[in-house]
């Protein structure tokens, strides 16, 4: 690959997304002409945008209480290793086969 190829390679993005001056854009639709390797690349910058403005149109909607339900999961999690440490201290072993018989780890 040139360097003049490279260069070109380069501002294919921005091509893509309209965004080059006149005096590139006529560059890149130079070697676009003559290079099947950089249409190519070009095409995937296109699908990719495309792509890209598919999932920025989505609306994502979390739950209503899914910050509480994290923040319980946080806390309960907490409390179980701190029980588990507690039974672990308490019973050595056996405590420690307990806790992971009871799923609790």
Known sequence: MSEDEENVEEL??????GELSDEDRTLVEGALAESPRLREELSRYERLFVLLAAAAAEEIEAPANL???????????????AAEELVAGLLGAYGKVIVRYLGLT
């Open 12 to 17: 294919l993005p921005a091509y893509a997304f």
């Open 67 to 81: 910050q509480a339900r994290i923040a319980r999961q946080v806390a309960i999690r907490a409390y179980i290793r």
